[in-house]
């Protein structure tokens, strides 16, 4: 049973270009999360997304960035006019169903993360 | 605002010690506590988890321990051993979704 599967591992872009990063969740799994870690950091929330809906966008910045999770095919987290701030590790997970708050919790296994180099 | 802390951000240990890592959060709404490793390079691994009913979950050498109104989660890896040497994260999860991360403790296991 593969893993989370992130594309591409490495990423460079020029600023003002625009960076798509790939995450396929692991077989059975339809819950995305998306997460952003930059140097020195601890991993910060981005983006809660099962398929073909957004469930919780708290942690996007309002401009540039962008998630889906279409009914066929990996989620994408697309970041638009990168800036040199964008330069950093992001990590996607998948869990089988979001859990019960206070009952329930199933984890959420990552995949190897893109780290994103802007220039 | 950081709501999960860890003050240390390193920690070295001998070969066959205990070593403990110390998680400090602020939201008494966080029902769901899990601590996971990362070695350079890969995404974080899920190591062990509690919840919030608990005060103690053991799964082989890794014990965690919760303790609520100190708002304290520790996790005790004994006896540690050189391949545990990896950056530690806590993080807790409230409403089942997103979790919030700690800025992790890199840890050094010497043989």
């Known amino acids: 049973n593969a893993g989370v599967m992130q594309n591409p591992r490495h990423l460079v872009r020029r600023r003002g270009q625009e960076a798509r990063l790939r995450c396929s969740p692991m077989?059975?799994?339809?819950?995305v999360y998306w997460y952003r870690q930059l140097p020195e950091e601890g991993l910060k929330f981005m983006v809660y997304?099962?398929?073909?809906?957004?469930?919780?966008e708290s942690g996007m910045p309002k401009e540039r960035f962008s998630a889906e999770f279409p009914k066929e095919g990996p989620s994408i987290l697309r970041i638009q006019q990168v800036v040199r701030g964008d330069s950093a590790a992001y990590f996607c997970a998948s869990s089988p169903r979001p859990g019960l708050a206070g009952v329930l919790s199933y984890e959420q296994y990552f995949g190897p993360g893109t780290r994103l180099t802007v220039t | 605002d950081q709501q999960v802390k860890q003050n240390s951000p390193s920690l070295s240990v001998q070969e066959g010690r205990i070593s403990i890592l110390n998680c400090d959060y602020t939201n008494s709404m966080f029902d769901y506590f899990l601590w996971y490793k990362k070695y350079p390079a890969e995404g974080p691994t899920f190591l062990i988890s509690?919840?919030?009913?608990?005060d103690k979950n053991e799964d082989g050498r890794f014990t965690v321990f919760l303790n609520k109104s100190a708002k304290h989660l520790s996790l005790h890896i004994v006896p540690s051993q050189p391949g545990d040497s990896a950056v530690y994260f806590c993080?807790?999860?409230?409403?089942?979704?997103?979790?919030?991360f700690g800025t992790g403790t890199r840890l050094t296991v010497i043989p």
């Open positions: 997304l099962q398929k073909e809906n957004i469930i919780d």
């Open positions: 077989k059975g799994h339809s819950h």
């Open positions: 993080a807790v999860q409230t409403g089942a979704n997103n979790l919030f």
């Open positions: 509690i919840s919030s009913i608990k």
